[in-house]
């Protein structure tokens, strides 16, 4: 278990939060080749003025709201992308609020993709001769479009509906999740289950395998599908700057991403354990 750092600037109500974990974590990696990404420092940036929010690395401006429901517009990164990468914001954050599944990096898109070469593992499995292929890099895109929020039966609901809007890929995002909180006088504990399904489109792409990728017959173009996702949150406060945070989640891969000759595993986990101080 690690330690993390954040801080209170003054006694009054900012529209600013910042913190800082330190601690220890990892994020397993399904892409053939690609090793799984070490977690150890988790900044946390949050923004709230009176109609424009930001989340670490997404945005978004409030259309419409009461009590129960909340429209909002949203940007955020495309995440299949950090698998692709050994380092990249993906390492550096987890699931928040909004961003259901983990950032992905923030290299810019190329309309000429250069190859990128995994690196070699011991194993001669039937995807695993390097000299087989030669994957293109798969690049970061920007996702928007609208997200909506409403509480019902004591669960927090979440809908997102995302659009490619540098034309990368073309593709679209529609995003569920449930949430319910449980809140002690010094812990939080968050549970929330989701599905996530992904067009062709966003799902070739990413997990495709194209002619000029391979020299085997290997050749894979994906239909759309739905991966499942249940994420646990607990935090308990030690000082008034000083959190222990404990953070895992799972998700089950959908079938059309699992039988592309690109991964060799049908599922993610994530797990951090740390401490968090605010500034």
Do not use: C
């Not at 994020?27 to 929010?53: C, H, K, W």
């Not at 978004?60 to 909340?70: A, F, P, T, W």
């Not at 259901?100 to 000429?112: D, K």
């Not at 549970?191 to 085997?216: F, K, R, V």
């Amino acid at each position: 278990m690690g330690l993390a750092i954040a801080n209170n600037a003054d006694d009054l109500k900012s529209d600013w939060q910042f913190s800082l974990g330190i601690g220890a974590g990892v994020r397993t990696n399904p892409v053939a080749y690609a090793s799984d990404m070490p977690i150890i420092l988790l900044p946390q940036v949050e923004y709230s003025g009176e109609r424009f929010f930001i989340q670490n690395l997404d945005m978004g401006y409030i259309l419409s709201e009461n009590k129960n429901h909340q429209l909002n517009l949203l940007l955020t990164p495309s995440y299949d992308q950090m698998f692709f990468d050994r380092w990249n914001s993906g390492n550096f954050f987890v699931e928040s609020g909004n961003n259901l599944l983990g950032t992905g990096s923030n290299s810019a898109p190329s309309q000429n993709p250069e190859p990128l070469e995994p690196p070699i593992r011991d194993s001669d499995e039937s995807f695993a001769d390097k000299n087989q292929f030669s994957l293109h890099k798969r690049r970061i895109t920007a996702l928007g479009g609208l997200e909506y929020n409403f509480s019902m039966a004591e669960l927090d609901w979440q809908l997102h509906w995302v659009h490619d809007l540098l034309d990368l890929h073309n593709g679209n995002e529609i995003r569920l999740v449930a949430s319910r909180d449980w809140r002690g006088s010094r812990s939080a504990l968050k549970m929330s289950l989701g599905l996530i399904w992904q067009d062709e489109n966003t799902l070739n792409y990413y997990y495709g395998l194209t002619p000029e990728e391979t020299a085997s017959e290997n050749v894979y173009r994906p239909d759309a599908e739905v991966s499942a996702l249940l994420r646990l949150d607990w935090n308990y406060r030690l000082t008034e700057n000083w959190d222990l945070r404990l953070f895992t989640s799972y998700r089950q891969l959908g079938y059309a991403i699992k039988q592309s000759p690109v991964i060799e595993d049908d599922k993610i986990v994530t797990l951090f354990v740390g401490g968090v101080y605010h500034f």
